[in-house]
């Protein structure tokens, strides 16, 4: 079946480092790739979301781009601040399948 | 704010106890959706629900029931409670069917239980 696997955290940076955490997916066609971002205390909110390959998805400074070759789904931010401190989440759902798959999560902390 | 309402925040109940949660959906939004959130199985689809009808199923035990009522709320009823249903629970809605669409999620209901 369809199945995310996110890198382990909990994942610590200083304010203005570099960010990746890294998304693989396993998946038969073409399934649509999402980051959510869930902030201390609240719901998950989509970050961003691509739905073929090389497409590359992209908000509040953050990017991921959709991999087939790799089946990744990796996402960057050049600059992190405290503010990005948040759980993130890697999904995929596919065409003609109403479940959508999630990660178990990456916690980030940003140090100031 | 999503714009979607779940009621209660917190939830705390003995083993072998009903509870009910509540979900609202965000104004116009169709389908609604309940994940259940614990540490060791991450986030999990339980049921979907689009204009009234049960639309996709996922992990959701026989101990569990879901509807959605005319007016387009939700509720997720959870029997015969275990120690390891403790968990927080997401409710979460779209404007379609799909799940591929966009999701607006609840900030969700903690279930402790004792």
């Known amino acids: 079946g369809n199945s995310v696997t996110q890198m382990e955290g909990p994942v610590t940076l200083s304010e203005e480092a570099f960010l990746t955490i890294n998304c693989t997916y396993t998946a038969t066609g073409y399934p649509s790739l999402f980051w959510y971002v869930q902030y201390p205390g609240e719901g998950l909110q989509l970050l961003l979301k691509a739905t073929k390959a090389d497409d590359k998805g992209s908000n509040k400074g953050f990017e991921a781009t959709y991999r087939k070759e790799t089946t990744s789904f990796h996402l960057e931010k050049g600059s992190v601040q405290v503010s990005d401190s948040a759980v993130y989440f890697c999904?995929?759902?596919?065409?003609?399948?109403?479940?959508?798959?999630f990660g178990k999560g990456t916690k980030l902390t940003v140090n100031p | 704010d999503s714009g979607v309402t779940q009621t209660p925040k917190h939830l705390i109940t003995a083993t072998g106890q009903r509870v009910t949660l509540r979900c609202s959906p965000r104004?116009?939004?169709?389908?609604v959706y309940w994940y259940q959130q614990s540490l060791d199985q991450g986030l999990q689809f339980l049921i979907q629900?689009?204009?009234?009808?049960?639309?996709a199923k996922g992990n959701i035990l026989e101990r569990f029931s879901a509807q959605q009522f005319p007016d387009l709320h939700s509720e997720l009823n959870l029997s015969s409670l275990e120690l390891g249903d403790s968990a927080l629970y997401f409710c979460?809605?779209?404007?379609?069917?799909?799940?591929?669409?966009?999701?607006?999620f609840g900030s969700g209901t903690q279930l402790s239980v004792l």
């Open positions: 104004s116009g939004d169709l389908s």
């Open positions: 979460a809605s779209s404007v379609a069917r799909a799940q591929g669409e966009k999701l607006f």
């Open positions: 999904a995929l759902t596919q065409g003609g399948s109403e479940k959508l798959v």
């Open positions: 629900y689009y204009n009234g009808e049960e639309r």
